[in-house]
């Protein structure tokens, strides 16, 4: 039938047809925005989630600045990411004489001993629980010079006598003891918490860790670690 019609009549019919198409498919497109993003909130609500949020918090900052202050950024992480990752760290920390080694765990142990050292010299108050009031008292008698020399090595002494007296201490008069090593043992780690001869403890089995067992280990070498290297 088209064919039929003169081709100018043809083409502004084709035209029409695709101008009504054209409006159709725009006022789609619109109605499916307008589903979508409803108001303004929803609009940048998803803008927000677009973007990964930066953690602005104290710990966060100051965490950023911990690692940013440990790079070396005039290396290219390129050329050699060591020195990029950890240069300034090295140059800010020298391994100490009494160790082998130093990490970011020794600095936050230190840092972590320096901030017990104030809670321990802090008076006992009525906040504190049983096990804060143990730590202060046992700190205080452990920085009690004045009465350890007054006392000396008799505590020492007592407790050797316990477990059955040392040669070295008790001279000639000393005797073997009559007990079983293995009590002995038991009362060195029950009592002291101390391995003696062998280290040995409870802990999970390897084999099933829903089990505890005993465990047996070499005793470990009473040296400082840069020593043992
Ligand atoms: C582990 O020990 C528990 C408790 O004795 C036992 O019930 C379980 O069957 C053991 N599992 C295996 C794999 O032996």
């Given at each position: 039938m088209l064919s039929r019609r003169p081709p100018i009549i043809s083409f502004f019919l084709i035209i029409i047809l695709m101008l009504v198409i054209l409006m159709l498919g725009i006022l789609l497109l619109v109605a499916v925005a307008r589903i979508e993003c409803p108001s303004k909130m929803t609009l940048s609500a998803m803008q927000k989630?677009?973007?990964?949020?930066?953690?602005?918090?104290e710990s966060c900052v100051r965490t950023a600045a911990?690692?940013?202050?440990?790079?070396?950024?005039?290396?290219?992480p390129c050329d050699d990411f060591f020195q990029y990752a950890c240069g300034a760290w090295n140059k800010k920390h020298v391994i100490p004489e009494d160790k082998s080694s130093i990490n970011v765990f020794d600095v936050l142990s230190d840092q972590l001993h320096i901030i017990l050292k104030g809670v321990l010299e802090e008076p006992s108050n009525a906040e504190d629980s049983s096990a804060t009031r143990k730590a202060k008292l046992f700190y205080k008698s452990c920085m009690d010079i004045k009465q350890i020399r007054l006392v000396g090595d008799a505590p020492i002494r007592e407790v050797l006598r316990s477990l059955?007296?040392?040669?070295?201490?008790?001279?000639v008069a000393w005797t073997a003891p009559k007990g079983q090593l293995e009590i002995l043992l038991g009362r060195l780690r029950g009592e002291f918490n101390m391995g003696w001869l062998i280290e040995q403890w409870v802990g999970p089995d390897d084999k099933n860790s829903s089990v505890n067992?005993?465990?047996?280990?070499?005793?470990?070498?009473?040296?400082?670690?840069?020593?043992?290297i």
């Open positions: 989630a677009a973007k990964p949020e930066v953690c602005l918090t911990t690692l940013l202050s440990a790079m070396d950024q005039t290396v290219s059955g007296g040392w040669p070295v201490t008790e001279g067992i005993l465990q047996l280990d070499q005793i470990p070498l009473a040296l400082p670690a840069a020593t043992t």
